[in-house]
T-cell receptor, first 112, second 113 residues
Framework: DAKTTQPPSMDCAEGRAANLPCNHS???????VYWYRQIHSQGPQYIIH???NNETNEMASLIITEDRKSSTLILPHATLRDTAVYYC?????????????FGPGTRLSVLP | NAGVTQTPKFQVLKTGQSMTLQCAQDMNHNSMYWYRQDPGMGLRLIYY???????DKGEVPNGYNVSRLNKREFSLRLESAAPSQTSVYFCASSLEIQGYEQFFGPGTRLTVL
C-alpha cells in the first residue's frame, strides 16, 4: 500500500499562496492522489484529486511531479477560513474496492 | 439536499451499554463508509458498504457491526461499548466504491465512561 508523508504543520500569511507538500514515493501507476481538508470539528471536505497531470478547480491546484513520487496542493490566495488540517491520500486498491486511508495530515494555520 | 446526515450528534455511554449510530444520505450514492477519528489523529476506516446489501471490514472493525438498511441508510452498532471506543465517528458516501470522492457527515461525538 502506498503511504504518504506530510509535514505536521505549516503557517501561511493571509492572501498569499499556501503550498502543501506530500511525499508518496511508493505510489503505483494506477493510484490517484486525493486531497481533503478538515476544518475544526467538521467532517472532511473533498478538495481535488489527480493521477498524472496537474489539476485545477475552484478551490485549489494540484501539482504532481513527473515521477509521481510527490505532489503539492496550492491554495492560491489563502484566507483565514482555509485554516484546517489537510490530508493527502493515495487511493489503495484491494480485491473488493478502494479504501481511503487518512493519515495525520498537515495542520495549516493562515495568519492575519 | 441535506447531503449526509448523522444522528445523534453527541452521546455518552457507560461501559457495556449498546447503541446504534445512524447515517443517511440523499445523493443516491451507492457506497457508504464509517470512520472513527481519535484526538490528534487521522481518520480510520471501520466498515464500508460498496453497494446496497454488501458490507466489508475496514482497518479497525473489532467491536463494531454495521447494517446497510437500504441504499440511503448505513448504521453502525456498538454491542458492548468500551472506553477505547470514545471517539468522533464520521459517516461518508460516494457515488461508487471505485475512487470517487467521498462526502462526509458532521460526525457523532461518543464518550464511553
Amino acid at each position: 500500500d502506498a503511504k504518504t508523508t506530510q509535514p505536521p504543520s505549516m503557517d501561511c500569511a493571509e492572501g498569499r499562496a499556501a503550498n502543501l507538500p506530500c511525499n508518496h514515493s511508493t505510489i503505483s501507476g494506477n493510484e490517484y492522489v486525493y486531497w481533503y481538508r478538515q476544518i475544526h470539528s467538521q467532517g472532511p471536505q473533498y478538495i481535488i484529486h489527480g493521477l498524472k497531470n496537474n489539476e485545477t478547480n475552484e478551490m485549489a491546484s494540484l501539482i504532481i511531479t513527473e515521477d509521481r513520487k510527490s505532489s503539492t496542493l496550492i491554495l492560491p490566495h489563502a484566507t483565514l477560513r482555509d485554516t484546517a488540517v489537510y490530508y493527502c491520500i493515495v487511493r489503495i486498491r484491494d480485491n473488493y474496492g478502494q479504501n481511503f486511508v487518512f493519515g495525520p495530515g498537515t495542520r495549516l494555520s493562515v495568519l492575519p | 439536499n441535506a447531503g449526509v446526515t448523522q444522528t445523534p450528534k453527541f452521546q455518552v455511554l457507560k461501559t457495556g451499554q449498546s447503541m446504534t449510530l445512524q447515517c443517511a444520505q440523499d445523493m443516491n450514492h451507492n457506497s457508504m463508509y464509517w470512520y472513527r477519528q481519535d484526538p490528534g489523529m487521522g481518520l480510520r476506516l471501520i466498515y464500508y458498504s460498496a453497494s446496497e446489501g454488501t458490507t466489508d471490514k475496514g482497518e479497525v472493525p473489532n467491536g463494531y457491526n454495521v447494517s446497510r438498511l437500504n441504499k440511503r441508510e448505513f448504521s453502525l452498532r456498538l454491542e458492548s461499548a468500551a472506553p477505547s471506543q470514545t471517539s468522533v465517528y464520521f459517516c461518508a458516501s460516494s457515488l461508487e466504491i471505485q475512487g470517487y470522492e467521498q462526502f462526509f457527515g458532521p460526525g457523532t461525538r461518543l464518550t464511553v465512561l
